[in-house]
């Protein structure tokens, strides 16, 4: 596989070595230099502290020089659809983009967030599979509008690193934020999990179901890999007697296009859709997990994002650990 777009593009135990790799970089067992003298092109449609960052340092410490570009800031605003004229204030279009910046660069990385418009145009991921076809350079997505595979393989190796390998009974929950948020944490997160092997509960209220294909492939990669999955729509019961906590906000597919109407629709959650200590204490023990940005005492408590079990920080810095296992496979192959 030449890019990597979605953790259902590979094996679970070629994603189990990537772990394996980003283990040995994390505990300094190796210092392999593959892109000495190489350059990797870093697109930010949108803002970014954890993937710019780890991705700017890994590709540094692999050796190579990160070329970072935003479009409609640093770099000219970009058209992706084919056949189009473009009169509009697109200046130029990702054919010429990504085949120019392929002559420079060994790898282009890519993060282009839903815009929470059209569900049906959103869900295909146009902007990252138009980079895919347009390049013969590995494509990493760096969370694009339905999914975020580098975070779920941090997610993953943060699990085993603090819980060890194996089967472990994980909650995936919704919460209350003031906006409707993208769906691509959640998704590629779930499908991880399933595809690890995890117990999966998934936790939302009604309005917040994930793409019903998606779900489809989350039970066969469950059901391949030894683990399940369920659904629950009470957020109390949902942390029983679980190992991991991770929380998450997203809008609703079918407000897609109308941010008023989700956010009525969510109006009288946010009292009990939030991540407490008398939830956690109906765990087991469990770990707090977020991709973080997060809003503090919204999507979770002080008590809890400041408390031992809350391992955010960790999970973050794996994020240049699996990033730089990722870059070492792509562009050794
Ligand atoms: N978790 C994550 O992707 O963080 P950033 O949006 O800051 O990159």
Redesign the pocket.
């Known amino acids: 596989m030449k890019d990597f777009l979605v953790t259902s593009d590979f094996s679970t135990d070629h994603l189990t070595s990537l772990i394996g790799s980003a283990n040995r970089f994390k505990q300094g067992e190796v210092d392999d230099k593959p892109l000495a003298g190489r350059s990797v092109a870093l697109v930010f449609f949108n803002?970014?502290?954890?993937?710019?960052a780890s991705m700017q340092v890994g590709i540094y410490e692999l050796g190579g020089n990160a070329v970072i570009l935003e479009p409609g800031g640093t770099s000219w605003t970009l058209e992706h659809r084919e056949g189009i004229v473009m009169e509009g204030n697109k200046t130029e279009h990702l054919a010429e983009f990504v085949r120019v910046l392929e002559r420079y660069v060994s790898a282009i990385g890519v993060?282009t967030f839903a815009g929470l418009e059209d569900w049906e145009t959103e869900r295909a991921d146009p902007i990252l599979n138009a980079f895919a076809r347009y390049a013969s350079v590995p494509i990493i997505n760096?969370?694009s509008a339905m999914h975020?595979p580098c975070?779920s393989m941090a997610d993953m190796m943060t699990i085993r690193e603090k819980l060890g390998a194996g089967r472990k009974k994980v909650l995936m929950t919704w919460a209350w934020h003031p906006k409707p948020l993208p769906m691509a944490?959640p998704n590629s997160f779930a499908l991880a999990a399933a595809q690890f092997g995890h117990d999966l509960r998934i936790a939302h209220p009604r309005g917040y179901e994930l793409d019903e294909e998606l779900v489809a492939e989350i039970e066969k990669e469950a059901t391949a890999n030894g683990g399940s999955v369920e659904f629950c729509d009470d957020i109390h019961t949902a942390f029983d007697d679980v190992d991991v906590v991770y929380a998450k906000s997203w809008g609703g597919k079918e407000f897609y296009g109308n941010a008023e109407a989700d956010l009525t629709h969510r109006k009288g959650l946010r009292s009990d859709w939030i991540v407490d200590k008398p939830k956690m204490e109906r765990t087991n023990s469990g770990i707090f997990m977020h991709?973080?940005?997060v809003r503090r005492n919204v999507v979770v408590t002080d008590d809890v994002i400041d408390s031992a079990s809350s391992v955010v920080v960790d999970e973050?810095e794996n994020?240049l650990h699996i990033q730089k296992a990722i870059l070492s496979d792509l562009v050794s192959d």
């Open positions: 803002p970014s502290l954890r993937t710019r993060r760096l969370e975020h975070q944490v991709c973080l940005p973050a994020r």
